[in-house]
Nanobody, 122 residues
Framework: QVQLVESGGGLVQAGGSLRLSCAASGRTFSNYAMGWFRQAPGKEREFVAAINWSGSTGSTASVKGRFTISRDNAKNTVYLQMNSLKPEDTAVYYC????????????????WGQGTQVTVSS
């Protein structure tokens, strides 16, 4: 089992920044690819970004150039730095883990955190 706990969400004005953190415990963190997903009210949960054990990353087009995913294997933590935030980024952000390579499909992730709310005001 892998336990994931997100933090760092909050209310920010458009153009502002937030950094989300996801602390993992229970298994060897470095063996897992880590992903960030988000879910806005009335919408499906969507892929944001992911990073594998060696640091290779992938992200969805709408956040490229604004969001950066990173990980610190010594701290068992993955981060999502979010800059130039827009109102359409408002959602609950979830951290997820899977063994293997980075993928964007939420069904391929085995472990999920409880989510953290990000609200961007216009």
């Amino acid at each position: 089992q892998v336990q994931l706990v997100e933090s760092g969400g909050g209310l920010v004005q458009a153009g502002g920044s937030l950094r989300l953190s996801c602390a993992a415990s229970g298994r060897t963190f470095s063996n897992y690819a880590m992903g960030w997903f988000r879910q806005a009210p009335g919408k499906e949960r969507e892929f944001v970004a992911a990073i594998n054990w060696s640091g290779s990353t992938g992200s969805t087009a709408s956040v490229k150039g604004r969001f950066t995913i990173s990980r610190d294997n010594a701290k068992n933590t993955v981060y999502l730095q979010m800059n130039s935030l827009k109102p359409e980024d408002t959602a609950v952000y979830y951290c997820a883990a899977r063994q293997g390579i980075v993928v964007s499909s939420r069904t391929m992730y085995d472990y999920w955190g409880q989510g953290t709310q990000v609200t961007v005001s216009s």
